[in-house]
């Protein structure tokens, strides 16, 4: 399995260099285009934008880099929708009205044409879905533009939805009751899973392919993906040691994974329960951990996350998946530790040897189908332990 070396980042940086940008477009306005049109802006802050997956509202814009974190707007007499977000390299997959409408792989712009041809008469859901992990790169979203008129605009322009309860009422109605957390490494990101052997594996990634996704439909429950490609519980994949001094549990308490100053606020969002794939880069490569040190690692950090939670929720279930692409006594460990946990807490999935070779995509990652199998194999046990 391949590990690519994650491109350095600051998020204050990223904020400072699109501050300009945003600070213009920021407040809900109306202006007159170069054509004559009227320009209606669709702020970051405005509470006709919802957000899913962990977020920084900085001062000129919105910073993120985890998986699928979703962005969500609603439009009404207009017929094209702009999208401004501070990126270079992070893929996107486009929805309107639910349906997929293209992917948006991103530039040095920072305006991109995302809806058009839309009936004026018509309300309409616009969406982008971040489909690539973090190592990919941080992103700041600085809003919308769309040609609505101005009683309309007017809405747009309301407050922060951070800041009025009512806002925040609207955006929690849209949501769906349910959460699920999904954690783990390449195959929870959807690493490859477009592709189909020999091919770069980052280049066919796809978060909402990946079995976390497909079970937040099947369950109609929200979801937040954090998972990074190569990382393990106390060893990353390709380190000369048997342990990393950088493994996932390092990257997973913060809002910008690439941030360390960036806290996330685990109250904020609290899962009914969260799905770890974690273990094959553990043991993907020599020196292996000892059983001993993944075993209790793995243990403190479900103990560490499960604490933050029960502030809130006491009542969060953990699934530990093993496998597709590991097998033998990684899952063994994998196994232990959810015995160790005991079943009023941890339940234990078992994936080994779930996708042939001809279900995979790129590097022996699942692909299309695979996900679907290992969705499949999960969505059962999930529904039984949590009445779904």
């Not at 489909?131 to 407050?159: H, I, K, N």
């Not at 392919?209 to 099947?218: H, M």
């Not at 990074?228 to 950088?246: C, E, H, Q």
């Not at 046990?381 to 009445?387: A, F, R």
Request: glycine share 10%; charged share 15%; hydrophobic share 40%.
């Amino acid at each position: 399995m391949k590990m690519a070396v994650p491109r350095s980042s600051v998020v204050l940086g990223v904020i400072a260099a699109a501050m300009m940008v945003g600070l213009l477009m920021a407040f809900g306005s109306v202006s007159v285009g170069a054509a004559g049109s009227a320009q209606c802006h669709i702020p970051y802050f405005s509470q006709n934008v919802q957000y899913t997956g962990r977020v920084f509202f900085g001062l000129g814009g919105v910073a993120f880099d985890w998986t699928h974190v979703q962005i969500t707007t609603q439009v009404k007499g207009a017929t094209h929708v702009h999208l401004h977000l501070k990126d270079e390299g992070n893929a996107y997959n486009v929805y309107i009205n639910g349906v997929t409408s293209g992917v948006l792989r991103t530039n040095s712009s920072i305006t991109y044409l995302i809806a058009q041809r839309l009936s004026p008469t018509q309300s309409y859901n616009i969406s982008i879905i971040k489909r690539t992990e973090p190592m990919v790169g941080v992103a700041t979203f600085l809003g919308f533009t769309t040609d609505a008129s101005e009683s309309t605009c007017e809405y747009y322009s309301q407050q922060h939805p951070l800041l009025t309860r009512d806002a925040q009422d609207t955006q929690h109605a849209l949501q769906p009751k349910r959460r699920l957390e999904f954690v783990g490494a390449s195959i929870s990101c959807g690493f490859g899973v477009l592709g189909k052997p020999p091919c770069d594996a980052i280049h066919f990634e796809d978060s909402t392919k990946a079995y976390g996704s497909i079970l937040g439909r099947e369950l109609d429950a929200e979801i937040h993906m954090e998972c990074w490609a190569g990382k393990g519980v106390v060893k990353n994949y390709g380190a000369k040691n048997d342990t990393s001094k950088d493994p996932f549990p390092v990257y997973y308490p913060r809002t910008i994974a690439q941030d360390p100053l960036t806290v996330w606020n685990a109250t904020s969002w609290v899962p009914d329960a969260v799905v770890f794939n974690l273990g094959t880069n553990d043991y993907g490569s020599q020196p292996y951990p000892p059983s001993s040190v993944f075993e209790n690692g793995f243990i403190q950090f479900i103990h560490d996350i499960r604490g933050n939670y029960s502030r809130v929720n006491p009542n969060v279930h953990m699934f530990l998946m093993c496998g597709p692409m590991v097998s033998g006594v990684a899952c063994d460990y994998v196994k232990e530790v959810a015995v160790r946990l005991g079943p009023s807490v941890a339940h234990y999935i078992d994936l080994q040897n779930l996708v042939p070779v001809q279900d995979q995509g790129c590097d022996g990652h699942p692909g299309v189908e695979g996900h679907i199998k290992i969705a499949a194999k999960a969505l059962p046990i999930i529904k039984q332990v949590l009445h779904w």
